[in-house]
Protein backbone atom coordinates (compact mmCIF):
# COMPACT_ATOMS: atom_id res chain seq x y z
CA UNK A 1 0.00 0.00 0.00
CA UNK A 2 1.14 3.29 -1.00
CA UNK A 3 2.06 5.65 1.69
CA UNK A 4 -0.19 8.13 0.17
CA UNK A 5 -2.29 8.78 -3.02
CA UNK A 6 -2.55 12.83 -4.07
CA UNK A 7 -0.17 16.00 -3.58
CA UNK A 8 1.89 15.79 -0.91
CA UNK A 9 3.38 19.12 -0.06
CA UNK A 10 7.37 19.59 -0.30
CA UNK A 11 6.93 22.25 2.96
CA UNK A 12 8.94 25.28 3.00
CA UNK A 13 10.99 26.01 6.17
CA UNK A 14 10.02 29.31 7.61
CA UNK A 15 12.21 31.53 9.40
CA UNK A 16 12.62 34.35 12.19
CA UNK A 17 14.21 37.18 10.75
CA UNK A 18 17.40 36.18 12.61
CA UNK A 19 17.32 33.41 10.64
CA UNK A 20 16.70 30.67 12.91
CA UNK A 21 13.55 28.06 12.77
CA UNK A 22 10.11 29.70 13.26
CA UNK A 23 8.29 26.81 14.72
CA UNK A 24 5.35 28.83 15.51
CA UNK A 25 4.97 29.44 11.84
CA UNK A 26 5.42 26.43 11.29
CA UNK A 27 2.66 24.81 13.18
CA UNK A 28 0.24 27.70 10.95
CA UNK A 29 1.15 26.47 7.89
CA UNK A 30 0.75 22.25 8.53
CA UNK A 31 -2.65 23.86 9.80
CA UNK A 32 -3.37 25.37 6.72
CA UNK A 33 -2.08 22.39 4.68
CA UNK A 34 -4.03 19.69 6.56
CA UNK A 35 -7.26 22.47 6.16
CA UNK A 36 -7.14 22.68 2.67
CA UNK A 37 -7.04 18.58 2.14
CA UNK A 38 -3.21 18.20 1.20
CA UNK A 39 -2.62 14.06 1.25
CA UNK A 40 1.15 14.21 3.23
CA UNK A 41 3.82 16.34 4.58
CA UNK A 42 6.99 16.59 3.23
CA UNK A 43 9.41 18.30 5.58
CA UNK A 44 13.33 18.79 5.67
CA UNK A 45 13.45 18.00 1.74
CA UNK A 46 14.77 20.79 -0.90
CA UNK A 47 11.72 23.18 -0.79
CA UNK A 48 12.60 22.89 3.28
CA UNK A 49 16.16 23.80 2.63
CA UNK A 50 17.48 21.34 4.91
CA UNK A 51 20.57 21.58 3.42
CA UNK A 52 21.46 24.16 5.43
CA UNK A 53 19.88 23.30 8.30
CA UNK A 54 21.79 22.11 11.49
CA UNK A 55 21.30 18.49 12.32
CA UNK A 56 19.65 19.43 15.37
CA UNK A 57 17.43 22.01 13.74
CA UNK A 58 16.79 19.26 11.19
CA UNK A 59 15.34 16.81 13.45
CA UNK A 60 13.92 19.21 15.56
CA UNK A 61 11.26 20.08 12.46
CA UNK A 62 10.48 16.63 12.01
CA UNK A 63 9.86 15.84 15.43
CA UNK A 64 8.03 19.25 15.91
CA UNK A 65 5.84 18.31 12.58
CA UNK A 66 5.03 15.05 13.91
CA UNK A 67 3.83 16.23 17.13
CA UNK A 68 1.97 18.92 15.87
CA UNK A 69 0.20 17.06 12.37
CA UNK A 70 -0.37 13.71 15.54
CA UNK A 71 -0.93 11.02 12.61
CA UNK A 72 -4.11 13.52 10.53
CA UNK A 73 -1.98 12.84 7.71
CA UNK A 74 1.32 11.04 6.76
CA UNK A 75 4.75 12.85 7.70
CA UNK A 76 7.72 12.18 5.05
CA UNK A 77 10.84 13.01 6.41
CA UNK A 78 13.74 14.12 4.28
CA UNK A 79 17.04 12.19 5.39
CA UNK A 80 19.11 11.95 2.63
CA UNK A 81 22.97 12.53 2.36
CA UNK A 82 26.22 12.29 0.19
CA UNK A 83 27.47 10.19 3.01
CA UNK A 84 25.56 6.95 3.97
CA UNK A 85 26.46 6.55 7.65
CA UNK A 86 25.12 10.24 7.99
CA UNK A 87 21.65 9.05 6.28
CA UNK A 88 21.69 5.90 7.94
CA UNK A 89 21.22 8.00 11.38
CA UNK A 90 18.93 10.49 10.42
CA UNK A 91 16.74 7.76 8.81
CA UNK A 92 16.71 6.13 12.16
CA UNK A 93 16.51 9.15 14.17
CA UNK A 94 13.45 10.41 11.96
CA UNK A 95 11.53 6.99 12.88
CA UNK A 96 11.99 7.33 16.34
CA UNK A 97 10.12 10.88 15.71
CA UNK A 98 7.00 9.35 14.13
CA UNK A 99 7.83 9.69 10.41
CA UNK A 100 5.64 7.73 8.60
CA UNK A 101 8.05 7.51 5.47
CA UNK A 102 11.34 8.56 4.66
CA UNK A 103 12.35 10.87 1.21
CA UNK A 104 16.07 9.82 0.35
CA UNK A 105 17.71 11.84 -2.12
CA UNK A 106 20.41 10.13 -4.08
CA UNK A 107 24.08 11.07 -2.96
CA UNK A 108 25.46 14.31 -4.12
CA UNK A 109 28.87 15.23 -5.38
CA UNK A 110 30.05 11.96 -4.97
CA UNK A 111 28.44 10.71 -8.08
CA UNK A 112 28.64 7.55 -6.78
CA UNK A 113 27.87 4.16 -9.80
CA UNK A 114 24.74 1.94 -10.03
CA UNK A 115 25.65 -0.17 -7.76
CA UNK A 116 26.98 2.13 -5.27
CA UNK A 117 23.47 3.88 -5.12
CA UNK A 118 22.16 0.39 -4.71
CA UNK A 119 24.24 -0.52 -1.82
CA UNK A 120 23.46 3.02 -0.73
CA UNK A 121 19.82 2.49 -0.28
CA UNK A 122 20.09 -0.86 0.74
CA UNK A 123 21.81 0.24 3.75
CA UNK A 124 19.52 2.73 4.92
CA UNK A 125 16.42 0.86 4.43
CA UNK A 126 18.24 -1.89 6.13
CA UNK A 127 18.35 0.36 9.13
CA UNK A 128 15.10 1.17 9.54
CA UNK A 129 11.39 -0.43 9.61
CA UNK A 130 9.56 2.67 7.67
CA UNK A 131 8.91 2.74 4.28
CA UNK A 132 11.67 4.99 2.10
CA UNK A 133 10.56 6.87 -1.39
CA UNK A 134 13.68 7.22 -3.22
CA UNK A 135 14.27 10.85 -4.66
CA UNK A 136 15.28 10.80 -8.13
CA UNK A 137 16.54 14.37 -8.85
CA UNK A 138 19.88 14.57 -11.30
CA UNK A 139 19.81 18.36 -11.81
CA UNK A 140 20.24 18.93 -8.05
CA UNK A 141 22.56 16.00 -7.37
CA UNK A 142 24.52 15.44 -10.72
CA UNK A 143 23.74 11.74 -10.37
CA UNK A 144 21.16 9.97 -11.75
CA UNK A 145 19.30 6.92 -11.13
CA UNK A 146 18.45 4.93 -14.22
CA UNK A 147 14.62 3.46 -14.71
CA UNK A 148 16.04 -0.42 -13.88
CA UNK A 149 17.85 0.82 -10.95
CA UNK A 150 15.15 2.11 -9.55
CA UNK A 151 12.85 -0.52 -10.33
CA UNK A 152 15.40 -3.13 -8.72
CA UNK A 153 15.68 -1.40 -5.08
CA UNK A 154 11.91 -1.19 -5.39
CA UNK A 155 11.31 -5.01 -6.23
CA UNK A 156 14.28 -6.36 -3.98
CA UNK A 157 13.66 -4.12 -1.13
CA UNK A 158 10.66 -4.56 0.88
CA UNK A 159 10.69 -0.75 2.83
CA UNK A 160 11.79 0.71 -0.23
CA UNK A 161 8.69 1.89 -1.64
CA UNK A 162 8.31 4.02 -4.87
CA UNK A 163 10.33 7.11 -6.16
CA UNK A 164 10.08 10.74 -6.39
CA UNK A 165 10.78 11.62 -9.72
CA UNK A 166 12.09 14.96 -10.62
CA UNK A 167 13.78 13.66 -13.84
CA UNK A 168 11.54 15.95 -16.11
CA UNK A 169 11.80 13.56 -18.47
CA UNK A 170 8.13 11.82 -19.24
CA UNK A 171 9.81 8.73 -21.16
CA UNK A 172 11.98 8.05 -17.90
CA UNK A 173 8.69 7.65 -16.09
CA UNK A 174 7.33 5.46 -18.69
CA UNK A 175 9.78 3.02 -18.25
CA UNK A 176 9.82 2.97 -14.91
CA UNK A 177 6.42 1.98 -14.98
CA UNK A 178 6.91 -0.72 -17.73
CA UNK A 179 10.01 -2.35 -16.36
CA UNK A 180 7.85 -2.59 -12.91
CA UNK A 181 4.83 -3.75 -14.52
CA UNK A 182 3.50 -0.66 -12.74
CA UNK A 183 4.13 -1.97 -9.28
CA UNK A 184 6.91 1.09 -8.38
CA UNK A 185 4.46 3.72 -6.43
CA UNK A 186 6.22 6.69 -8.32
CA UNK A 187 5.50 10.64 -7.84
CA UNK A 188 6.02 13.49 -9.83
CA UNK A 189 8.38 15.87 -8.91
CA UNK A 190 7.76 18.61 -11.28
CA UNK A 191 4.60 20.15 -10.53
CA UNK A 192 3.85 20.55 -14.29
CA UNK A 193 3.40 16.82 -15.31
CA UNK A 194 1.30 16.14 -12.33
CA UNK A 195 -1.49 14.41 -14.60
CA UNK A 196 0.93 13.23 -16.97
CA UNK A 197 2.67 11.01 -14.97
CA UNK A 198 -0.75 9.82 -13.08
CA UNK A 199 -1.69 9.05 -16.25
CA UNK A 200 1.03 6.60 -16.57
CA UNK A 201 0.33 4.80 -13.27
CA UNK A 202 1.74 7.39 -10.71
CA UNK A 203 0.60 8.06 -7.54
CA UNK A 204 0.37 11.84 -7.41
CA UNK A 205 2.91 14.34 -6.66
CA UNK A 206 5.43 15.53 -4.05
CA UNK A 207 4.45 19.66 -4.79
CA UNK A 208 6.01 23.08 -4.13
CA UNK A 209 2.57 24.64 -5.83
CA UNK A 210 1.00 23.29 -2.79
CA UNK A 211 2.41 25.69 -0.87
CA UNK A 212 0.69 28.38 -1.98
CA UNK A 213 -2.55 26.19 -3.67
CA UNK A 214 -3.13 23.30 -1.61
CA UNK A 215 -6.59 22.34 -2.11
CA UNK A 216 -6.12 23.18 -5.51
CA UNK A 217 -3.26 20.91 -6.37
CA UNK A 218 -4.79 18.22 -4.71
CA UNK A 219 -7.70 18.73 -6.92
CA UNK A 220 -5.34 18.18 -9.92
CA UNK A 221 -4.54 14.70 -8.41
CA UNK A 222 -7.67 14.06 -6.62
CA UNK A 223 -9.54 14.53 -9.86
CA UNK A 224 -7.19 11.62 -11.84
CA UNK A 225 -7.95 9.47 -8.95
CA UNK A 226 -11.69 9.72 -8.98
CA UNK A 227 -11.38 8.92 -13.08
CA UNK A 228 -12.10 12.75 -14.39
CA UNK A 229 -8.84 12.72 -16.13
CA UNK A 230 -10.29 15.48 -18.47
CA UNK A 231 -10.72 17.95 -15.09
CA UNK A 232 -7.49 16.72 -13.70
CA UNK A 233 -6.11 17.94 -17.21
CA UNK A 234 -7.67 21.00 -17.06
CA UNK A 235 -6.61 22.02 -14.04
CA UNK A 236 -3.03 20.82 -14.86
CA UNK A 237 -2.79 23.26 -17.37
CA UNK A 238 -4.09 26.31 -15.70
CA UNK A 239 -1.65 26.69 -13.77
CA UNK A 240 1.24 26.06 -16.53
CA UNK A 241 2.01 29.59 -16.09
CA UNK A 242 2.35 30.10 -12.55
CA UNK A 243 4.17 27.23 -11.96
CA UNK A 244 6.50 28.27 -14.52
CA UNK A 245 6.91 31.39 -12.42
CA UNK A 246 7.13 29.54 -9.05
CA UNK A 247 10.46 28.46 -10.72
CA UNK A 248 11.81 30.79 -13.21
CA UNK A 249 14.47 30.90 -10.35
CA UNK A 250 15.85 28.37 -8.03
CA UNK A 251 13.62 26.54 -5.66
CA UNK A 252 12.15 27.29 -3.03
CA UNK A 253 13.38 31.06 -3.25
CA UNK A 254 10.02 31.73 -5.71
CA UNK A 255 7.91 30.15 -3.77
CA UNK A 256 9.01 32.05 -0.64
CA UNK A 257 8.63 34.82 -2.19
CA UNK A 258 4.90 33.98 -2.81
CA UNK A 259 3.89 32.91 0.57
CA UNK A 260 5.50 36.36 1.49
CA UNK A 261 3.29 38.48 -1.32
CA UNK A 262 0.62 36.54 0.04
CA UNK A 263 1.14 37.84 4.33
CA UNK A 264 2.01 34.41 5.04
CA UNK A 265 4.99 35.58 6.60
CA UNK A 266 7.97 32.92 6.41
CA UNK A 267 10.44 34.78 6.51
CA UNK A 268 13.31 34.69 4.24
CA UNK A 269 16.32 32.03 2.72
CA UNK A 270 19.53 30.73 4.20
CA UNK A 271 22.85 31.98 2.08
CA UNK A 272 23.52 30.62 -0.60
CA UNK A 273 20.00 31.30 -1.77
CA UNK A 274 19.06 35.15 -2.50
CA UNK A 275 16.19 37.29 -2.59
CA UNK A 276 14.29 37.10 -5.85
CA UNK A 277 15.34 39.27 -8.42
CA UNK A 278 12.95 42.00 -9.31
CA UNK A 279 11.79 41.26 -12.47
CA UNK A 280 10.79 37.52 -11.33
CA UNK A 281 8.74 38.64 -8.76
CA UNK A 282 7.04 41.09 -11.02
CA UNK A 283 6.16 38.59 -13.03
CA UNK A 284 5.53 36.09 -10.21
CA UNK A 285 2.98 38.50 -8.38
CA UNK A 286 1.48 39.07 -12.09
CA UNK A 287 0.82 34.96 -12.44
CA UNK A 288 -1.04 34.58 -9.03
CA UNK A 289 -3.14 37.60 -9.99
CA UNK A 290 -4.25 36.08 -12.53
CA UNK A 291 -4.36 32.69 -10.24
CA UNK A 292 -6.72 34.31 -8.44
CA UNK A 293 -4.62 33.90 -4.84
CA UNK A 294 -5.14 37.11 -2.47
CA UNK A 295 -2.35 39.38 -2.25
CA UNK A 296 -1.80 40.78 0.87
Keep these: MAIF ?15 SVNYAKLKELLEFQIANATDAIIICGTTGEASTLSEEEHLECIRYTCEVVAGRIPVIAGTGSNCTASAIYLSKEAEKCGA ?66 ATGDISEVAEVMSLSKGKVDLYSGNDDQITAVMSLGGKGVISVLSNILP ?12 GDAAKSCELQLSYIPLIQALFSEVNPIPVKRAMNFMGMEVGSLRLPLTEMENANAERLLEEMKKAGIRID
Excluded: W
Excluded at 215 to 222: F, G, M, S
Design 5 to 19: EGAGVALITPMKEDG
Design 215 to 226: KETHDIAASYLQ
Design 100 to 165: DGLLVVTPYYNKATQNGLKAHFKAIAGAVSIPIILYNIPGRTGTRMTPQTVVDLCTEVPNIAGVKD
